[in-house]
């Protein structure tokens, strides 16, 4: 119906408008609220309606609309279920996202709400089954347990015939819950299942159950807890079925983001494609609808605010034809939005978008990468550290006060450079830069690798080797930053403190000349300590520009030449960095007003840049999140939604986009591949993103246990203990756990144990060999490989 009636109006008028989660179910056709404790149980004969509204990192709030298609739930409750969608979308304003979601093919949006997983329950309201049992204890099911990640769970039938040796399976007793882990479960696998356990029992449980564990390989260890099993599910056959790859092979997708024009000619729905990826905002009209193909990953239409109701109406409809036509699977995920009510992927696939109303006006001149105007505010490091978002939106961890150490590459070696030349680079030349500060009483360490657009191949490599043997002497804490010249993070032009001076070539060696017989240029820019750098330019008319502040230095003297649109911070800034550059005498250009020797220095007058510059604050991009993991055997990266600080995964390599910057965070124990892959897979997102990002975006890499402020600032409530647990030279936090709960702590302690004294054994090299630590751990001094040394403990 296109007319909401006023039933439908009341069932909305109970809907809350805080932040929070909602369900509903579509029970005879209607809208029935689900209870807080079943979220996330879904019986696979329904279909539900999911609001998530939440509040932003910056400003207002962002409104998500999911509905959820069982696999058996009829075609009449789907067609409702998208129809109510529709009229909450019209009723909460139209700005929500609306997204839809098919059994098992669950978006990672959709996921991130229900962290412990899902779980599909047999049957449905339909079918005569109640979904409220009186006796919560009154039952007997098996959950089988699937994902490393996104962890989901089916009912199955309840018997030893659905096990198989690679997964994780739940046996319900109601008072007792059993996890029984396969043989051949990886640790991951086991610790997401005992969370979703734990979470069936303090949810729908009130807390009053047990928490099992039984391990397949080893189930002589628990004989009460088999026998347990064995009354339910009988005698267990000496074989179980093998396991099946949870790995679902991504289909050939066609590779780049298209946007297609929707509309409706005579009755003939037309899908007309209007361009290929780099996508610019400019393309869509607010009188239209359009639809936008991510590589055949998932579809979303985008709906103008000025396009007809029937067309807006339509969107979901269209999106789902589409799929048809291009013979996508059912189940690609579709999402719809408003203009103005943009997703963050979304905005990700162009090219420079812009929010309105985000230019402010003429006047004070800004260009990309040139500190906004917020950032003129005078800082206070107490404020930053109190809090952490703002050090993660300004890109700073403090003031730049700390203690700077610069080291130069030459002859592949590091030379430390005198504190009298710091802030000086050359072109030619690679630079580290270590940067120490002090957070509440512990030291934290900063290491930039800054790469010279003329340094050799030889130097760049050498200045990568060299980070690694100063990230040594630090036993791995220092947060490394590659800098591409030119390209320099705020923080890397704050610890110079208004000093920063880049040469286009030459080196700063000893004994190098550089020569002094022709004429050089610089331009100045920045308003304080903290944002300031001088970057020689051609020395060229053609290169001056009415916005900046240019320094012209001839054998003679040196000319400050102020461009009629640059401001009095400016210009102090400028004559501070000419006096502690040059000695010669000074005179002050105003534009306009030049000498006709300024103009010969420069080899002649011409025409040159001077229009008002518009003061451009960089895109307000939400940060993402990702994971880049080769778990599968190939290198992937996927996307985290709705992240936290628990979406770290110690066992991977993780990338978080601020857009500015690039952060790569390695757990304890991600593999060696995927920690050398990561620098280049940062490398090549950069490369591919479809917005066409910049290449040389700074890339900075954390290690865990070891993050800057700048990285933490960008999470929740971050807890700078959550890893200590036990871990030698750390306070622990103090830890409050249940008797199954401890046993994974503790297994996890012992790991880290066993691993640490590995890597102690092997780095020392006490015997001169290394071994692979799986021939090491539990086994007895009898079995070791030939050469190891047990009182060694390698």
Known sequence: TSKMNSKDRDMFANINRKPGLQIWTISKMRMAPVPTKTFGNFFEGDCYIILNISKNKGVGESIDIHYWIGKSSSQDEQGSAALYVTQLDEYLGGSPVQYREVQGFESPKFRSYFKNGLIYKKGGLASGFNHVDTNVYNIVRLLHVKGRKHVSAAEVEVSWNSFNSGDVFILDLGKTIIQWNGPECNRREKLKAVLLAQDIRDRERGGRADVVVVEGAREKDTPELVQMMTDVLGKRPSQLKKPVSDDKHDQEQNNSVRLYHVYDNTGNVVIQEVAVQPLTQDLLRSADCYILDNCGSNVMVWKGKKASKDERREAMKRALDYIKT???????????????GESAMFKHLFKNWREKGQITGLGNTHTVGKIAKVEQVKFDVMELHAHPDMAAKHH????????????????????????????????GDCYLVLYTYRVSNREQYILYMWQGRHATRDEITACAYQAVTVDNMYNGAPVQVRVVMGKEPRHFLAIF???LIIFEGGTGRAGAVSPST????????????????????????????SNDVFLLRTPQKCYLWYGKGCSGDER?????????????????????QEPAEFWIALGGKAPYASDKRLEREDPLHSPRLFECSNQTGRFRITEVYNFDQSDLDEEDVMLLDTWEEIFLWVGKFANETETKESWNSAREYLKMHPAGRDPDAPIIFVKQGNEPLTFTGWFNAWDPFKWSVGLPGRHSAPTTVGNNEFQTHFGLLMMH??????NKSTNAGSSGMSVDSKLLINVPASELPEGVDPSQRE
């Open 326 to 340: 291009k013979n996508y699977p059912s189940s690609t995920s579709v999402e719809v939005m408003s203009e103005g």
């Open 396 to 427: 700073l961890v403090d003031d730049g006060s700390g203690e700077v150490k610069v080291w130069r590459i030459e002859n592949l070696e590091l030379a430390e450079v005198q504190p009298n030349m710091h802030g000086q680079f050359y072109g």
């Open 497 to 499: 403190k208004g000093k």
């Open 518 to 545: 022709t004429a050089s240029l610089f331009q100045v820019r920045g308003t304080s300590d903290l944002n300031t750098k001088a970057t020689e330019v051609p020395a060229r008319a053609s290169c001056l520009n």
């Open 572 to 592: 102090m800034m400028a004559t501070e960095m000419s006096d502690r550059l040059f000695r010669q005498y000074k005179e002050v250009v105003m534009e306009g």
């Open 753 to 758: 144990l066993k691993r640490d004294l590995f």
